[in-house]
Nanobody
Framework: AQLVESGGGLVQAGGSLSLSCVAS????????MGWIRQGPGKEREFVAA????????KYSDSVKGRSTISRDNTRKTVFLRLNNLKPDGTGVYYC?????????????????WGRGIQVTVSP
């Protein structure tokens, strides 16, 4: 199984960014998908998750109202749109696949993780 993130980079505070994650090697539509980020010197932090058919979503309080997670099962891709970014949004963003949606925001070992992609928000 493989998850490959793209779309990261440098953005100014207040700006927007769109992340994508393409899956392969497993039945994408069977899995809930999520994004986890890790800021410099911080613990990993849940950002957002979406269930297998896209009808259920959940967000951390830190991004709620400023972010949108979505998925396209025909393209085996999950997206994260980040708006009005703040400097504390800086970190490595990981795409995560979990068989059980309810396991987000704290996915246990056993799911699939991408290698992560850097997002840097400048003040």
């Amino acid at each position: 199984a493989q998850l490959v993130e793209s779309g990261g980079g440098l953005v100014q505070a207040g700006g927007s960014l769109s992340l994508s994650c393409v899956a392969s090697g497993f039945v994408f539509s069977d899995y809930a998908m999520g994004w986890i980020r890790q800021g410099p010197g911080k613990e990993r932090e849940f950002v957002a998750a979406i269930n297998w058919d896209g009808k259920l979503t959940k967000y951390s309080d830190s991004v709620k109202g400023r972010s949108t997670i979505s998925r396209d099962n025909t393209r085996k891709t999950v997206f994260l749109r980040l708006n009005n970014l703040k400097p504390d949004g800086t970190g490595v963003y990981y795409c995560v696949a979990q068989f059980v949606y309810a396991e987000f925001p704290n996915p246990p070992p056993g799911g699939y993780w991408g290698r992560g992609i850097q997002v840097t928000v400048s003040p």
